[in-house]
């Protein structure tokens, strides 16, 4: 994959530290998961990502002081205008269905019980992205993309070029990694 097919690449910036935020602002990305940072931060970051043209997502779970529930949903959709939540949890989904902001359902892939309840828990809380973690499972990838209708995104330990390929090869429809080398 080449610089110039690089932004055909459907990537995501996973912004997994708040020193990465000028690293997006300056790349070609259009979407970005906020998943570090704390309340304080909040406005800041967001503001000069959302400055720049960028669609922001923010992980409940993952920005220190953020709660976990509705309250928290309705206060980033509405202080800070968020594109959507990223999320564990089917409350937060079905509250950002509410607010009427964007969800991704973030799912973890440990064994084949945790996959059969993750297919079960999007079907109940219809988001409209679902985020497979890890990333580096093309049969999983394959399998996910089969039974669930949400765009997937593959995310996480993705760490060359290669490995990107895999996972749009597979069916992913956009890969969420927090490495900058390859938000251009």
């Known amino acids: 994959m080449t610089t110039q097919s690089a932004h055909k690449v459907p990537i995501i910036a996973s912004i997994t530290n708040p020193e990465q935020v000028e690293a997006a602002v300056r790349s070609s990305v259009k979407r970005v998961n906020l998943v570090a940072g704390n309340i304080l ?8 990502l959302r400055a720049h043209g960028k669609q922001v997502y923010v992980h409940l779970e993952m920005v ?3 709660g976990r529930d ?12 968020i594109d959507g939540i990223v999320s564990t949890k089917s409350n937060a989904i079905a509250a950002a ?43 999983v990838i394959r399998e996910l993309k089969d039974v669930v209708r949400q765009p997937l995104i ?3 330990l993705i760490r060359s070029e290669e490995e990107i390929r895999t996972a749009l090869d597979s069916g992913a429809d956009y890969v969420s990694i927090g490495d900058q080398r390859f938000w251009r």
Request: charged share 20%.
């Open 154 to 156: 593959a995310g996480g």
């Open 70 to 81: 509705r309250y928290a949903v309705e206060y980033l959709a509405h202080t800070f205008g």
């Open 41 to 48: 931060r909040l406005g800041e970051l967001i503001g000069s």
């Open 97 to 139: 269905r509410q607010v009427g902001i964007k969800s991704i359902q973030r799912i973890f892939a440990i064994d084949t019980t945790a996959v059969e309840t993750a297919i079960k828990m999007v079907g109940q809380s219809q988001p409209d992205e679902v985020e497979l973690m890890p990333g580096l499972m093309p049969r």
């Open 64 to 66: 220190n002081g953020l």
